[in-house]
């Protein structure tokens, strides 16, 4: 009777026995974080056609430099002018379509 109650007991302690039994973790939270933004990313652009690339040129540094006065104004301050930067630039001429069997 002696050995059927350590075989018994031993049986009892076995890690099949463990096995069987759940484990969990759970973790439940709830946060909140309310902050001033100190960046803000803007995509703009500004196309100008003319006839020349100089005048483009000219009536586009124009518009864009009225376009970045009133991001800064907009901004309350806060838009540095020193802040800000382009970061693409391109001119394109345009030719004249040719009709086919023209000279």
Known sequence: ???????????MASPA????????????????VEVVPDMATVSMGVITEAKTGAAAMAQNSDTLAGVMKQLTEAGGG????ADQQSVAFAA??????????AT
């Not at 059927?4 to 031993?10: E, G, H, Q, T």
């Not at 026995?17 to 909140?32: L, N, Y």
């Not at 806060?78 to 002018?81: P, Q």
């Open 1 to 11: 009777m002696r050995n059927l109650l350590i075989v018994l007991v031993l049986v």
């Open 78 to 81: 806060g838009a540095r002018r």
């Open 17 to 32: 026995v463990a096995d069987d039994v759940t484990r969990r973790i759970t973790v439940v939270g709830q946060g909140s």
């Open 92 to 101: 394109v001429g345009q030719q004249p379509v040719q009709q086919h069997g």
